[in-house]
Nanobody, 115 residues
Framework: QVHLMESGGGWVQPGGSLRLSCVVS????????VAWYRQAPGKERDLVAT???????TYADSVVGRFTISRDDAKNTMYLQMNSLQPADTAVYYC?????????WGQGTQVTVSS
């Protein structure tokens, strides 16, 4: 069983920045794939960014140039650096990882962008 725990959410004004963290209970470099998703009220959960074991990243069009996914293997932690935040980025953000064909989720952290 793998546990993921997010932190770093909160309230920020438009144009501000936040960095989300997700601590993984196992060796993060054993995960084939890690990702961040988000779910806004009344909407489906959407993929925000991915990072595979080779270091390749992908991003949703809406966050390209503003968000950066990364990980620190020594800390078994993945991150989502979010810059130039907009009200449309308001959502619950979830970290996600795959190990041996099983998918794991964190509990989510709320990000609210408003003035």
């Amino acid at each position: 069983q793998v546990h993921l725990m997010e932190s770093g959410g909160g309230w920020v004004q438009p144009g501000g920045s936040l960095r989300l963290s997700c601590v993984v209970s196992t060796s993060i470099n054993s995960l084939a794939y890690v990702a961040w998703y988000r779910q806004a009220p009344g909407k489906e959960r959407d993929l925000v960014a991915t990072l595979n074991s080779s270091g390749h990243t992908t991003y949703a069009d809406s966050v390209v140039g503003r968000f950066t996914i990364s990980r620190d293997d020594a800390k078994n932690t993945m991150y989502l650096q979010m810059n130039s935040l907009q009200p449309a980025d308001t959502a619950v953000y979830y970290c996600n990882g795959w190990l041996r064909y099983v998918e794991y989720w964190g509990q989510g952290t709320q990000v609210t962008v408003s003035s």
